[in-house]
Nanobody
Framework: QVQLVESGGGLVQAGGSLRLSCTAS???????MGWFRQAPGKEREFVAA?????????????YYGDSVKGRFTISRDNAKNTVYLQMNMLDAEDTAVYYC??????????????????WGQGTQVTVSS
């Protein structure tokens, strides 16, 4: 397992953007990295994931939840052991605690939080309408 620390959350107006960062204590190049979020009273929701090339047969290594497709982008910088979540066109429904996760899932199995082994403590994102 690796230790994960998120940063970049905060308060933003609807229509605005934020970029979350997640820095790992170990090498991110060997992990599938994901973002999940949880709003008060709701279950943890899959946001995005980027898997590892050697475990994938698809050319596209990124996966997104339906509610964020076209607005959010996941990326990683393995040299910095950091994964990012660029969030654009934010609205009030995006308000939640966002969690970074690392695991060894592949494909659509990354939609399930139980397929990730390590979790950060979360960072709050609040979108004002």
């Amino acid at each position: 397992q690796v230790q994960l620390v998120e940063s970049g959350g905060g308060l933003v107006q609807a229509g605005g953007s934020l970029r979350l960062s997640c820095t790992a204590s170990g090498r991110t190049s060997t992990y599938a990295m994901g973002w999940f979020r949880q709003a008060p009273g709701k279950e943890r929701e899959f946001v995005a994931a980027e898997t590892v090339p050697r475990f994938e047969w698809r050319g596209d290594l990124t996966y997104y939840g339906d509610s964020v497709k076209g607005r959010f982008t996941i990326s990683r910088d393995n040299a910095k052991n950091t994964v990012y979540l660029q969030m654009n066109m934010l609205d009030a429904e995006d308000t939640a605690v966002y969690y970074c996760a690392a695991g060894h899932c592949i494909g659509y199995s990354c939609y399930g939080p139980h397929n990730f082994d390590s979790w950060g403590q979360g960072t709050q994102v609040t979108v004002s309408s």
